[in-house]
């Protein structure tokens, strides 16, 4: 612990030192975050089959159809799990609350354009 250093230090100093380190916390948290989605471990048709609770065969008739995301390498498919995740988020249903939140922003902004 010899780096230990007391100095009088303004308050107006203290706060830039403090804004400058929490910058860098987060560029440093999104270099990280960065490197592991570009990091990510491709997954198998059997590997998916597991994730999404779908037999193999209905996976190859959603990469036949194009309807799921997937990659090849050769023969074999391939798929990313974010974009799985991705995918299975667009058939999200609304609830009621959401298609009335909808309808009310919709029909406000009608209103104002009259």
């Known amino acids: ?39 990510e471990t491709p997954l198998d048709i059997k590997e998916i089959s597991k994730f999404i609770k779908k037999t193999v065969p209905t996976i190859y008739g959603y990469c036949q159809r194009n309807e799921i995301p997937y990659s090849k390498n050769g023969n074999r498919l391939i798929f990313w799990k974010s974009e799985i995740i991705q995918w299975l988020k667009q058939g999200k249903v609304k609830t009621i609350q959401e298609i009335e939140a909808t309808a009310n922003t919709y029909l406000s902004n009608k209103n104002k354009a009259m």
Do not use: G, H
């Open 1 to 39: 612990m010899n780096d230990v250093l007391f100095t009088p230090i303004r308050l107006n100093e203290l706060e830039v030192l403090i804004e400058n380190s929490v910058q860098r916390a987060i560029q440093n948290k999104d270099v990280l975050k960065d490197d592991n989605e570009t990091n």
